[in-house]
């Protein structure tokens, strides 16, 4: 499948049971473990749960399987990591406290100093 195939896949499951101010990343540049991230928030811990668990029964009813699942039942932040795609789902105050939009946008695109071993 290509990546903006999954993409809109992924994102229409979250907005299939209302996951909030969508917002996907591309991280192609900056990383070499994926090409994208979607991020997502929940309103309640079973509604991350919720929203976790639809992007997996999409996945799987298109022939993808997931290649891991992290913090399942109750958990206020679940990663799906579909490969070339990672969805982060996530309670709001989890979200603001973690702000990985402004996380990996503020990160130099040629990883220089993440290889000089720098904090970013």
Avoid: F
Wanted: aromatic fraction near 2%; charge should be negative.
């Amino acid at each position: 499948m290509q990546i903006d195939d999954l993409k809109t896949l992924v994102i229409d499951a979250l907005e299939s049971l209302k996951g909030q101010d969508i917002a996907t990343l591309d991280v192609s540049r900056l990383t070499s473990v994926t090409d994208l991230m979607v991020v997502t928030s929940g309103t309640s811990t079973r509604h991350v749960s919720a929203l976790a668990n639809r992007v997996v029964e999409t996945a799987k009813e298109h022939d993808l399987q997931p290649l891991g699942v992290e913090g399942q039942a109750g958990s206020d932040w679940v990663l799906v990591d579909l490969g070339e795609l990672v969805v982060h789902v996530m309670l709001v105050e989890t979200r603001r406290l973690y702000d990985l939009e402004r996380l990996w946008s503020d990160l130099p695109s040629d990883g220089e100093a993440e290889v000089r071993g720098e904090r970013v």
